[in-house]
C-alpha cells in the first residue's frame, strides 16, 4: 500500500484540527477492537499494551459486559437518583462485598470519586472527629496523580498539571512517597486524611518500599485519620489482586475506585467505605445527575461478577510474572530498570538511546501500542485477557526497538 492511499494521514488531521491540544496522541487511528487487539482504519492491528490507562483490564468488548450493556439499553438508561431503580441495589451490594465494606457511593469519572473521598472526608474530620470549622487538612504524596479538577491539581507536584490554574484550592500537605517518617510528622490534630496511590501509576508505577503502607495503616488508626487509597488505576485486578493494597494485607477507610470498574464500556467511579465515614453524607450535599446511573450499574456489576471469579486477579500474577521476566532480561540491554506488580510494569529506557515518547512511537510501527509517562519512562499495562504468546510478542518487538 502507498502511503497516500492510507486514511490515517487525514483522519489524524481531521481529529487535531477540530479539538482542543490537551493530550498528545500517537499517530493511529483506531476504528474497532476486541480482546488485546487494536484495527486501525487503515487495517493495521496492534498489540494494546495500554488498556485505557486500566480502564479495559477486561480487554476490549468483553463478551459478558457487552452482552449486558446491550440488554439494559433494550430497557433503561437513566433514572437520575432522583428514583431508584431495579439495577442500582445489586451493583451497591456486590461492589461493597468485594471492598468488604458497608457503602458503595457510586459516580462517572475518578476525579470525581476523588473529590468525593475528600469532601467525606473533610466532613467526617468537622462531625465525627471534631476538627475546628474550616481547618480540615489532608496529606498527599509527591508524584500523585488524582485526576484534573481545580481541587486535585492544587495538590499535584506535576508543574504541567498546575501552572496557570491557580488560585489553589488549601487544606493539603505533600510529603515525600515511600518516606513513612515524613508522612507521621505531617499529620497534625487537624489531619483528617492521608490520600494514596499504593502504586503511583503515571508516576512511572512507582512500588512503595516494603512495609509502607502497613506503616500508613498503623499511623493512620493512631492519629484517628482516614486513610484514603486511589485504586483508580491499582485495584480491580490490575496487580493480581483485587487491590493493591491487598498485597501488604492493608485495608484502608476508603477505597477510590473508577477506571476499570465501567469495564471499557461506560464511565463508572465509586466510593466504598464504612458506614461511619460514608453515612456523614445527608440528601442534597452531593450528588450526580448519571453517577449510578442503570447503564453503569448493568455494566460495572458483571464488573464486580468477573472480579469475585478472581480469575482475572490469577492471570495478572501468572502472566505478569512473565512480563516482568522479559522484561528484566531487557535490562541492561536498552532498559534502565523495570518496576511494578502483577501486569503493570514502569520500564525507564536508557535516556542516551531515545526518549520515552521515541520508543512508543517506534514501538507502533511495530504493531504495539504503549504511552510514555515522564521522560524516558513507558509504562505497559496490557488488558488481563492478554496471552503468553502476546507478552513474548510485546517484549519481543520491545528489544527490537531497544536494539535499534
Ligand atoms: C486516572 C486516574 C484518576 C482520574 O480518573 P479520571 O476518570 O480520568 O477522572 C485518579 N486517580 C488515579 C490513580 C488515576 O489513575
Known amino acids: 500500500m502507498i502511503d497516500d492511499?492510507?486514511?490515517t494521514p487525514e483522519a489524524i488531521r481531521d481529529a487535531e484540527r477540530w479539538t482542543a491540544?490537551?493530550?498528545?496522541?500517537?499517530?493511529?487511528?483506531?476504528?474497532?477492537?476486541?480482546?488485546?487487539?487494536?484495527?486501525?482504519?487503515?487495517?493495521?492491528?496492534?498489540?494494546?499494551?495500554?488498556?485505557?490507562?486500566?480502564?479495559?483490564?477486561?480487554?476490549?468488548?468483553?463478551?459478558?459486559?457487552?452482552?449486558?450493556?446491550h440488554a439494559q439499553l433494550d430497557r433503561l438508561t437513566l433514572t437520575s437518583r432522583a428514583f431508584i431503580h431495579d439495577q442500582f441495589a445489586d451493583f451497591c451490594r456486590e461492589l461493597a462485598e468485594l471492598c468488604r465494606k458497608d457503602l458503595v457511593l457510586p459516580m462517572n469519572t475518578g476525579?470525581?470519586?476523588?473529590?468525593?473521598?475528600?469532601?467525606?472526608?473533610?466532613?467526617?474530620?468537622?462531625?465525627?472527629?471534631?476538627?475546628?470549622?474550616?481547618?480540615?487538612?489532608?496529606?498527599?504524596?509527591?508524584g500523585n496523580f488524582h485526576g484534573r479538577t481545580t481541587t486535585i491539581v492544587s495538590f499535584s507536584t506535576?508543574?504541567?498539571?498546575?501552572?496557570?490554574?491557580?488560585?489553589?484550592t488549601p487544606g493539603f500537605t505533600v510529603v515525600p512517597y515511600g518516606d513513612l517518617a515524613a508522612l507521621t510528622a505531617a499529620i497534625d490534630e487537624n489531619t483528617v486524611a492521608v490520600l494514596l496511590e499504593p502504586i503511583q501509576g503515571e508516576q512511572g508505577v512507582v512500588v512503595p518500599p516494603e512495609g509502607y503502607l502497613p506503616g500508613v495503616r498503623r499511623v493512620c488508626t493512631e492519629r484517628n485519620v482516614l486513610f484514603i487509597a486511589d485504586e483508580i488505576q491499582s485495584g480491580l485486578g490490575r496487580t493480581g489482586d483485587t487491590f493493591a493494597c491487598d498485597h501488604e494485607g492493608v485495608t484502608p477507610d476508603m477505597y477510590l475506585l473508577g477506571k476499570a470498574l465501567g469495564g471499557g464500556i461506560v464511565p463508572v467511579?465509586?466510593?466504598?467505605?464504612?458506614?461511619?465515614?460514608?453515612?456523614?453524607?445527608?440528601?442534597?450535599?452531593?450528588?450526580?445527575?448519571?453517577?449510578?446511573?442503570?447503564?453503569?450499574c448493568a455494566v460495572a456489576t458483571e464488573v464486580v461478577r468477573l472480579l469475585a471469579t478472581g480469575e482475572f486477579q490469577r492471570r495478572s500474577t501468572e502472566l505478569g510474572a512473565r512480563l516482568h521476566a522479559g522484561l528484566r532480561s531487557l535490562v541492561g540491554r536498552?532498559?534502565?530498570?523495570?518496576?511494578?506488580?502483577?501486569?503493570?510494569?514502569?520500564?525507564?529506557?536508557?535516556p542516551s538511546l531515545m526518549s520515552g515518547r521515541e520508543a512508543c512511537e517506534r514501538l507502533a510501527e511495530r504493531g504495539v501500542?504503549?504511552?510514555?509517562?515522564?521522560?524516558?519512562?513507558?509504562?505497559?499495562?496490557?488488558?488481563?485477557?492478554?496471552?503468553?504468546?502476546?507478552?513474548?510478542?510485546?517484549?519481543?518487538?520491545?528489544?527490537?526497538?531497544?536494539?535499534?
Open 5 to 7: 492511499m492510507l486514511r
Open 21 to 69: 491540544h490537551n493530550y498528545h496522541p500517537l499517530p493511529v487511528v483506531v476504528s474497532s477492537a476486541e480482546g488485546s487487539w487494536l484495527t486501525d482504519v487503515d487495517g493495521r492491528r496492534y498489540l494494546d499494551c495500554l488498556a485505557g490507562y486500566s480502564a479495559l483490564n477486561f480487554g476490549h468488548r468483553h463478551p459478558t459486559l457487552i452482552a449486558a450493556a
Open 111 to 142: 476525579a470525581e470519586a476523588v473529590e468525593t473521598g475528600i469532601k467525606v472526608a473533610r466532613k467526617w474530620g468537622y462531625q465525627v472527629k471534631g476538627v475546628a470549622p474550616g481547618q480540615a487538612n489532608i496529606v498527599v504524596a509527591e
Open 158 to 168: 506535576d508543574p504541567d498539571a498546575r501552572a496557570d490554574f491557580g488560585p489553589f
Open 269 to 296: 467511579s465509586a466510593v466504598a467505605a464504612n458506614a461511619d465515614v460514608l453515612g456523614v453524607l445527608r440528601p442534597g450535599q452531593h450528588g450526580s445527575t448519571f453517577g449510578g446511573n442503570p447503564l453503569a
Open 334 to 350: 536498552g532498559l534502565v530498570a523495570v518496576r511494578g506488580r502483577g501486569l503493570w510494569a514502569g520500564l525507564d529506557i536508557d
Open 369 to 404: 501500542l504503549a504511552k510514555d509517562t515522564h521522560g524516558a519512562t513507558i509504562r505497559l499495562a496490557p488488558p488481563l485477557v492478554i496471552t503468553e504468546e502476546e507478552i513474548d510478542h510485546a517484549v519481543a518487538q520491545l528489544a527490537a526497538v531497544l536494539a535499534g
